[in-house]
């Protein structure tokens, strides 16, 4: 299946590092980070597992369960955990999934055939609390994911969905967001109190809400 944004994201159940789950059980009211691995014991995604294991305090602040599969036998994970620990120095410290059968992986839509036949694409999954896909990121095997970027659009994700705001171009934690379109100036007088500038009628630039004054 193709899963589009607002979708209610699949649940199942599998065999992970830290045992078996039910995954929107696992979830719970928080919000979740599923992504995925061709298979075991392949370079770029050491790297990734590693600097999410060094991130996990900061996906905890933001209330954010992160969770990674791989296309490979339960029995295969605890020697590729070894060498994510030798090779980034980091414990793995959140649930790596054991996908061989590709269940998960064809509920996910993982397998594109253009890009192989057999192994999954490293896709990011970001899903609310609601369990809604809010966003989803496909990588190439040759690029590295950004998890930096990652916790800045669950920032804005998280931000987004409290406030009448969006988020403009490169914005991260603090910055001036934009008022959104379908509030009005009168409804704007009251959410927003301290005022804003006005770019043009549809740009309103306002402070944070909840960020410290300069």
């Known amino acids: 299946?193709?899963?589009?944004?607002?979708?209610?994201?699949?649940?199942f159940t599998a065999q992970t590092t830290e045992g078996p789950i039910s995954?929107?059980?696992?979830?719970?009211n928080s919000w979740g980070i599923l992504f995925s691995h061709p298979?075991?014991?392949?370079?770029?995604?050491?790297?990734?597992?590693g600097q999410v294991a060094h991130l996990k305090g900061e996906f905890?602040?933001?209330?954010?369960?992160?969770?990674?599969?791989?296309?490979?036998?339960?029995?295969?994970?605890?020697?590729w955990v070894a060498d994510i620990?030798?090779?980034?120095?980091?414990?793995?410290?959140?649930?790596?999934i054991a996908d061989s059968d590709k269940k998960v992986s064809d509920l996910y839509d993982l397998i594109h055939p253009?890009?192989?036949d057999t192994a999954t694409v490293r896709s990011v999954f970001v899903i609310g609390p609601d369990k809604k896909l809010k966003l989803t990121l496909t990588y190439p095997a040759s690029t590295?994911?950004?998890f930096q970027e990652i916790l800045r659009v669950v920032d804005s994700l998280q931000l987004?969905?409290?406030?009448?705001?969006?988020?403009?171009?490169?914005?991260k934690q603090g910055d001036d967001v934009i008022i959104v379109p379908s509030v009005s100036d009168e409804a704007a007088k009251e959410k927003f109190p301290e005022g804003w500038k006005t770019v043009k009628p549809y740009l309103r630039v306002v402070r944070q809400p909840g960020a410290a004054s300069a």
């Open 60 to 79: 905890d602040k933001r209330n954010v369960k992160v969770i990674g599969l791989s296309v490979d036998t339960i029995e295969n994970h605890p020697a």
């Open 85 to 96: 620990k030798d090779a980034t120095g980091a414990n793995l410290n959140f649930p790596l």
């Open 23 to 28: 995954f929107h059980e696992w979830l719970g």
């Open 144 to 146: 590295g994911r950004n």
């Open 160 to 171: 987004t969905a409290q406030h009448s705001v969006a988020t403009p171009v490169d914005w």
């Open 39 to 49: 298979k075991n014991f392949t370079p770029v995604c050491t790297t990734e597992l």
């Open 1 to 11: 299946m193709t899963l589009r944004l607002g979708d209610t994201v699949p649940d």
């Open 114 to 116: 253009n890009a192989s």
